[in-house]
């Protein structure tokens, strides 16, 4: 649903030919891409987005709401606000986007390393208190037979 209150996209510069529901206000950003306002604020004062103004109202274009969707995946990638900066410079000066799935396929690759070792991790983490239940048990069981 789109906001009336958004001038027809002919009348924006840099959005001649865009149709009217292309263009999004904060509030149907937000709710489209399931974030808060303040979200989108954030990621605009991190400069990772750069929405139009109409006025004083941020109007998002199909390319700004792609880019959120990288953002977005990216942090639930555990990727850094910085690193998903890089990403997103390397899409913007590479049309064909080589350099950045090349970029991305080492952060990946660097991050399912991270993960891993956490894994490793917790599961030697797991089993360390695995022992030291079963001796507590073990313990428990003696004392209480002397009782």
Do not use: C
């Not at 937000?30 to 103004?53: C, H, M, N």
């Not at 977005?72 to 986007?97: A, T």
């Amino acid at each position: 649903m789109s906001n009336p209150a958004i001038p027809g996209s002919s009348e924006i510069p840099g959005f001649e030919g865009m149709e009217h529901g292309d263009l999004k206000s904060i509030a149907e950003a937000s709710a489209a891409l399931g974030v808060t306002q303040r979200t989108l604020r954030f990621y605009e004062d991190k400069g990772l987005i750069q929405p139009e103004r109409v006025g004083t109202m941020r109007v998002y274009s199909p390319r700004e709401m792609g880019r959120m969707q990288l953002i977005l995946r990216g942090k639930r990638l555990g990727f850094s606000i910085r690193e998903i900066g890089e990403f997103l410079s390397l899409y913007d000066h590479d049309p064909d986007q080589v350099a950045q799935v090349r970029r991305m396929l080492k952060g990946v690759q660097h991050r399912l390393e991270e993960l891993s070792q956490q894994r490793d991790a917790i599961e030697q983490t797991i089993e360390e208190l695995k022992t030291i239940e079963a001796m507590s048990r073990k313990h428990l069981g003696k004392d209480e037979s002397q009782d």
